[in-house]
């Protein structure tokens, strides 16, 4: 029963069913009850419905271990990790031969040899020596992680500085010198320029006036390319650290070098693989009525990449 003047309403005992009595309980209190009822009665749909977004979570995570099982693989393999002594070395003294655009290149491909030498199971010593100028200005202001960088050697000073000259192999394409095995005693310097053949033979010169020993690849022994045998400094790096896990120095070109550098093997005459098949096709061809399907085709060649450098 209501009453005038009061913001009561009158309800049912909770009591005995035999009782009449009534209590008289507010619309606050009353709203209090009824989403208490509801609460209790909606606690099954709650239950399934935590059952089902516990459900999505193990799904996501099994897709996410799917589409990343390359990413586990590499992470489940950091135990088998066997650290190199080896050395290699980028050298960062031609800042002031580059155009900013091209130090920014420079950068891109340091970041590319860190990454692959964190990853590989045979990580070398990386060093960086004489660090500063445009570098180190597009490294503050793209990649302020780079001074909690792991495993690696950042120096200002110039390499030779760093490390004993006799201990030093300049890396570069014109040198006379072929590297056929790598030396964990040594610490082996890849010239960090791009130099759009601006600068073709400086690594090579400033090895003779230093007097330190220098060498190059050995790309011709096992590789034919259709441009110029510049590589990038990643690429080098790549290369290196290749033939270390694989002991062989063809399969660790074919695994690093680019499509766009043509690159075929040769035999041990130095003949490209490619072209001695073809002789062979022709010579099948003539004479008979079968003609040998030889598919492949050395790539057009493609304007050598900006990131170049002497190798």
Not at 51 to 66: G, I, M, P, V
Not at 266 to 287: F, L, P
């Amino acid at each position: 029963m209501s009453h005038e003047g009061n913001d009561v309403i009158t309800e049912p005992s909770c009591g005995d069913s035999n009782n009449s009595q009534t209590d008289t309980i507010s619309k606050r209190q009353r709203k209090k009850l009824l989403k208490h009822q509801q609460w209790e009665e909606q606690r099954d749909l709650r239950k399934q419905r935590r059952k089902e977004k516990r459900q999505k979570k193990r799904q996501e995570r099994s897709t996410q271990e799917e589409e990343g099982a390359e990413w586990v693989s590499r992470k489940r393999l950091r135990s088998e990790v066997q650290p190199s002594p080896l050395r290699l070395v980028v050298d960062c003294s031609f800042d002031s031969l580059m155009m900013f655009k091209d130090v920014r290149k420079l950068h891109k491909q340091i970041q590319r040899c860190y990454a692959e030498n964190r990853r590989t199971l045979h990580p070398v010593q990386f060093y960086l020596t004489s660090l500063g100028g445009q570098l180190k200005q597009n490294m503050d202001e793209t990649d302020k992680g780079w001074v909690n960088w792991k495993d690696i050697t950042i120096k200002t000073e110039h390499y030779h500085e760093v490390i004993p000259r006799e201990e030093l192999v300049y890396l570069t394409s014109d040198s006379p010198n072929v590297l056929t095995e790598l030396d964990d005693n040594k610490a082996y310097v890849i010239g960090g320029l791009v130099d759009h053949n601006h600068h073709k033979g400086i690594s090579f010169e400033r090895a003779k006036e230093l007097g330190i020993q220098h060498a190059q690849l050995p790309l011709e022994s096992f590789v034919k390319m259709n441009s110029r045998k510049v590589l990038a400094v990643n690429h080098v790096f790549e290369i290196i650290l290749a033939y270390m896990e694989m002991g062989d120095w063809q399969e660790a070109f074919f695994t690093v070098l680019p499509q766009r550098k043509g690159a075929v093997p040769v035999d041990q005459n130095g003949q490209a693989v490619e072209d001695k098949e073809d002789e062979d096709s022709d010579r099948e061809s003539d004479g008979t009525n079968t003609v040998k399907d030889n598919t492949s085709s050395m790539p057009d060649q493609q304007e050598e990449a900006n990131e170049q450098i002497e190798a």
